[in-house]
């Protein structure tokens, strides 16, 4: 299987704080294992050999993962305190321009416990999504009758969830790389989240929502959420 996973890990994670005054958010631990760990070896599960990960807060934290797994590299990105993360995809954007195969671009800071959520036959680029019946004023997809994604962003009612996960026939990952090198540097580039860029061009970028079911993947935001996981933290709370 030739495709490559870039894992987004530069954030701050201000909201798992104290945890992550020392340790970069991907890193912290669940049931043991670092989030990060458990996304890289659900990848791996699938085939994927080819990792990127890119950091900014508290990168060097990250370097053992190079030693650890094979085909894995570590790339900085290096405005990830100023600019919000279409940095992080920016920092990667000439690999996305030459890559020779399919891409997954993850969140880094998930859990997944059930890593047969990525075992599954992948030929639509993609967001990963889950439903959510009522209001969610969190990233979310419309979709149009044919299942095409019309709209990405944030507020909507009985919508898919975004979860963290996409995924980019080649063609659309190359193509995503020439869009976030024309949108960085333009007036309000700083503002932006790198789906934004998707969601500007929708019209090229042909997505739809591979659905995930509740439980598989975590996107643990907060000590609480955390607690709620893995007990072990509850004397954090």
């Not at 053992?64 to 279409?86: A, H, M, R, W």
């Not at 994604?149 to 080649?170: F, H, P």
């Not at 790389?177 to 789906?195: M, Q, R, S």
Request: hydrophobic share 35%; glycine share 8%.
């Amino acid at each position: 299987m030739n495709e490559t996973a870039i894992l987004m890990a530069a954030g701050l994670g201000t909201r798992m704080r104290p945890l992550t005054d020392t340790t970069p958010k991907p890193l912290v631990k669940v049931h043991g294992t670092p989030m990060i760990e458990t996304v890289i070896a659900s990848l791996i599960k699938r085939g994927v050999r080819r990792f990127i990960v890119v950091t900014g807060y508290l990168g060097d934290q990250f370097k053992y993962l190079e030693g650890k797994y094979e085909g894995l590299k570590v790339v900085k990105n290096e405005d990830y305190e100023t600019v919000n993360n279409i940095s992080s995809i920016y920092a990667v954007s000439d690999n996305l321009l030459n890559i020779e195969g399919d891409c997954f671009i993850c969140e880094a800071d998930l859990y997944i416990s059930d890593p047969s959520m990525l075992l599954c036959d992948l030929t639509h680029s993609c967001y990963f999504g889950k439903m959510i019946k009522g209001h969610s004023d969190d990233w979310v997809f419309d979709v149009n009758e044919t299942g095409r994604i019309t709209r990405v962003g944030k507020v909507g009612d009985d919508r898919y969830n975004m979860v963290g996960v996409a995924w980019l026939r080649k063609d659309d990952a190359r193509l995503l790389g020439k869009l976030i090198k024309d949108t960085y540097g333009k007036p309000g580039f700083e503002t932006l989240f790198w789906d934004d860029v998707v969601n500007d061009n929708l019209d090229a970028l042909d997505l739809i929502v591979h659905p995930i079911e509740e439980g598989q993947i975590t996107e643990i935001d907060t000590v609480e959420e955390l607690s709620s996981i893995d007990e072990s933290y509850k004397e954090e709370i």
